[in-house]
């Protein structure tokens, strides 16, 4: 019996995949692209509907050549590259570069890099998705023609190596839109007042609190939020209360809820890393995918998954995951912390 063939992006991955699958599979990496637009010229039809010119790189014929002896010999070929358009583009490419015989192709997703989650991809293949295979060269032939057509233009304007791409061109506008908001904005000047409080014994905690009216006299400023319109009047108010005796006429209890966040897509992800931990999204990304390939464990475990597939705008979480985490909750810290259903996000 012929073994069966699984192809992947990365080395690292394919070393992962191929202690889950066994001795019945062969699991080998592309590194990545094996076609693209060539860097000579613009390689892209602008007069007859925007036809991209693809070639394979120079440098992959190799890989390529060598996948396609492993693939002839395989009796099936499982294409797994990423769970997204590009992923789904370089499977097309496999397809057509490497696999002669079209029948024996499975496309898989691993949206995690587990021992369950891979047999359940294993069982679970399809075509590939012509649609995001369109998405994704859609994408490469915007980015080659604004690189190639507005770069230049940055050249003489600016300085020779700085590249115009199509998702840093419109933010930089958004960006020179909002600075202008911020040369435009008229100041207003405005003041408010806080006091520190406590009991006269003195040996309770004080307080901090925001004047809000004087004589039930609400602070009013312009239809905003309670002020005082300038210094001077603020220090003819602040010595009018200096020695006054105050107390407290009403105190609100009330209980706060506060909801468990949505599990992290892409955007979340690198905007708390950057916030909590000051990673660039470079770096936030770049740990999430050896994450997401596997980090090395004790002996018996090997290479571990530790996150699901990272490029997303999904808040899903797997039942294998939910049930996982359910256990550790109810066995760690008890059942009365335990939600009576799991949390569904939209």
């Given at each position: 019996?012929?073994?069966?063939?699984?192809?992947?992006?990365?080395?690292?991955?394919?070393?992962?995949?191929?202690?889950?699958?066994?001795?019945?599979?062969?699991?080998?990496?592309?590194?990545?692209?094996?076609?693209?637009?060539?860097?000579?010229?613009?390689?892209?039809?602008?007069?007859?509907?925007?036809?991209?010119?693809?070639?394979?790189?120079?440098?992959?014929?190799?890989?390529?050549?060598?996948?396609?002896?492993?693939?002839?010999?395989?009796?099936?070929?499982?294409?797994?590259?990423?769970?997204?358009?590009?992923?789904?583009?370089?499977?097309?490419?496999?397809?057509?570069?490497?696999?002669?015989?079209?029948?024996?192709?499975?496309?898989?997703?691993?949206?995690?890099?587990?021992?369950?989650?891979?047999?359940?991809?294993?069982?679970?293949?399809?075509?590939?998705?012509?649609?995001?295979?369109?998405?994704?060269?859609?994408?490469?032939?915007?980015?080659?023609?604004?690189?190639?057509?507005?770069?230049?233009?940055?050249?003489?304007?600016?300085?020779?190596?700085?590249?115009?791409?199509?998702?840093?061109?419109?933010?930089?506008?958004?960006?020179?839109?909002?600075?202008?908001?911020?040369?435009?904005?008229?100041?207003?000047?405005?003041?408010?007042?806080?006091?520190?409080?406590?009991?006269?014994?003195?040996?309770?905690?004080?307080?901090?609190?925001?004047?809000?009216?004087?004589?039930?006299?609400?602070?009013?400023?312009?239809?905003?939020?309670?002020?005082?319109?300038?210094?001077?009047?603020?220090?003819?108010?602040?010595?009018?209360?200096?020695?006054?005796?105050?107390?407290?006429?009403?105190?609100?209890?009330?209980?706060?809820?506060?909801?468990?966040?949505?599990?992290?897509?892409?955007?979340?992800?690198?905007?708390?890393?950057?916030?909590?931990?000051?990673?660039?999204?470079?770096?936030?990304?770049?740990?999430?995918q050896k994450l997401y390939e596997g980090i090395e464990g004790n002996k018996e475990e090997g290479l571990v998954g530790l996150i699901t597939y990272m490029r997303t705008d999904s808040t899903r979480v797997?039942?294998?995951?939910?049930?996982?985490?359910?256990?550790?909750?109810?066995?760690?810290?008890?059942?009365?912390?335990?939600?009576?259903?799991?949390?569904?996000?939209?």
């Amino acid at each position: 019996m012929s073994k069966s063939l699984v192809i992947v992006e990365s080395p690292s991955k394919a070393k992962t995949i191929n202690k889950y699958l066994g001795k019945d599979y062969i699991v080998e990496a592309t590194v990545g692209h094996i076609k693209d637009l060539p860097k000579s010229k613009m390689n892209v039809d602008l007069e007859n509907g925007y036809e991209g010119t693809f070639a394979v790189i120079p440098g992959k014929e190799n890989i390529i050549d060598s996948l396609r002896k492993i693939a002839s010999a395989s009796g099936k070929v499982y294409i797994a590259t990423d769970p997204d358009r590009e992923g789904e583009a370089i499977a097309s490419d496999i397809a057509d570069e490497v696999v002669i015989d079209k029948k024996k192709i499975h496309r898989v997703l691993f949206n995690e890099i587990t021992k369950s989650g891979i047999a359940e991809a294993m069982k679970n293949f399809r075509k590939i998705d012509n649609n995001l295979v369109s998405a994704q060269v859609a994408r490469r032939v915007m980015d080659r023609i604004l690189g190639y057509k507005v770069s230049p233009f940055l050249w003489k304007t600016f300085y020779f190596g700085l590249s115009a791409g199509r998702v840093q061109s419109v933010a930089l506008k958004i960006i020179c839109d909002r600075e202008d908001e911020i040369e435009n904005f008229k100041p207003k000047e405005y003041w408010s007042i806080e006091g520190l409080f406590s009991k006269p014994s003195g040996n309770s905690k004080s307080f901090a609190a925001k004047l809000f009216k004087i004589n039930n006299d609400v602070l009013k400023f312009d239809g905003e939020d309670p002020c005082i319109r300038d210094i001077e009047s603020a220090h003819k108010i602040m010595q009018e209360l200096r020695d006054n005796k105050y107390q407290i006429t009403d105190i609100t209890v009330k209980e706060v809820k506060r909801n468990a966040p949505a599990p992290f897509t892409t955007s979340v992800l690198q905007q708390t890393a950057s916030s909590r931990l000051g990673f660039s999204p470079k770096k936030t990304m770049m740990l999430a995918q050896k994450l997401y390939e596997g980090i090395e464990g004790n002996k018996e475990e090997g290479l571990v998954g530790l996150i699901t597939y990272m490029r997303t705008d999904s808040t899903r979480v797997s039942n294998e995951a939910i049930i996982s985490a359910r256990e550790f909750i109810n066995s760690n810290y008890g059942n009365e912390y335990l939600p009576e259903n799991a949390k569904v996000f939209k």
